[in-house]
Each structure stands twice: as C-alpha cells, then as structure tokens.
C-alpha cells in the first residue's frame, strides 16, 4: 500500500470527493480542473501534488462507486457450495452493478490507469477505510490484480484446482470471458442499445457457463 501522512490523505479526500459530487450533479464529461479545485478549496495547481491528471482523480474517484459491489458480494456468495458456484456468483454480482454504471465501470477496468489498479484501489481505501465494510475477504474476489484479467484468471485457477475445468485452458476461458464481458460492457454504453442491466447479465453468465461447459473435464 502507498503510505501517505494524514495530511496528504485528507487533501486527497476534499479533492475526490469534489470531484464525486461533480459526477452526480453534472457527469464526468462535464469536471474540469477549474471546478474540482474551488468545490475542494485549493488553487487548481495543488491538484498535481496528489494526481498526475484529471482523468488520474476521475479514476480515484470512480472508486467510490465500487462500494455496492464491495457490501453486496458476500450476499451473493454465502450460499456458494463449490468454487465453480462462487465464480459464477461472483461474475452476477460484478455483472449486475457494472451494468447499472457501465461508463464508470468501463473506466475504472478499462482505461490507461487500469494497468496499475491496484495500487489505486489500496490507495483510495487507505483514505476511506470504512467504504470496505465489515469484511476485507471481498478484495480477494475482482478486486485484486492489476486488470480484470489478472483478477478473474485467480478465481478460475481455483475452479481447475477443484477438477472443473483443465489448468492449462485457463488463460483461453477468461480471455473469452474479459471480451465477452467487455463487449457486453460497451452495448450498455451505447446511448441507442435496446440492452437492459437485466437481460444483459443473464445473457452474460449464459455466455460464461457455456464456455465452461465446453472445457469441463
């Protein structure tokens, strides 16, 4: 984790959350450093002490939106018998709340900063620790690895180490699941997709259970 002096921490704070209540009030198309800056009460330059750029708090505070996933997850594994029922578990619940917020989701997952993600996401809950929850097991399950690919390659090395699929077919199922998912992602960022949050996760964990099934042993 970056360690960072209370002081740091708390600047950093009054900047993304300046930057969050722009993303609920006018979008994040609409930030500019300019705004961020007077809502947090420092001059635009101070920004640079703490962010390389805009889009570098942007991405910081796009973490914050990952705070439904974060509580709701253990919700969607309790039941979980398997490895195999917790990937898929795991996957509906990532599913359902990237969908309701694809552009943030597409963002935080997808953008230049991705390929460092976790040293942003330890960052950003060295600074708001109480967004965790009750229970830090749920960093462990699509949250940690620097992308999306690192994260969900560790829960299905889990399900071949349980007989499920064949270890070495890992890395071709989840390349298949990262661009079926992604692809799923950017139907939902269309302004003029006809796709509901609904239908596109279940069609989604479809998708996924019939490339597993092809791979079963």
């Known amino acids: 984790m970056i360690k960072k002096t209370l002081q740091q921490k708390r600047i950093m704070s009054y900047f993304i959350d300046a930057t969050y209540e722009l993303m609920e009030t006018e979008g994040i198309e609409n930030i500019t450093i300019r705004k961020v800056a007077d809502i947090a009460g420092y001059n635009s330059a101070t920004l640079y002490n703490y962010f390389k750029n805009l889009d570098h708090l942007i ?12 509580l709701d997850l253990p919700c969607y594994i309790k039941d979980c018998k398997t490895s195999l029922d917790r990937y898929f578990s795991i996957w509906n619940c ?31 809950y060295s600074i708001f620790p109480d967004e965790l929850g009750d229970s830090t097991l749920n960093l462990n ?77």
């Open 59 to 70: 991405l910081f505070t796009s973490i914050k939106y990952l705070k439904d996933y974060i």
């Open 141 to 217: 399950s699509m949250l940690l690895g620097n992308t999306l690919y690192e994260r969900t390659f560790s829960i299905l090395s889990c399900c071949a180490l349980d007989g499920f699929i064949p270890e070495e077919s890992i890395g071709e199922i989840n390349e298949m699941t990262i661009l079926i998912y992604q692809g799923m992602l950017n139907k939902l960022l269309n302004a003029n997709s006809n796709y509901t949050i609904e239908g596109s996760t279940k069609k989604t964990l479809k998708y996924f259970k019939q490339i597993i099934k092809s791979y079963s042993n």
């Open 94 to 124: 990532f599913c359902k709340h990237s969908f309701e917020k694809p552009k943030i989701y597409n963002l935080i997952f997808f953008s230049q900063f991705s390929n460092t993600l976790n040293d942003t996401i330890s960052e950003y």
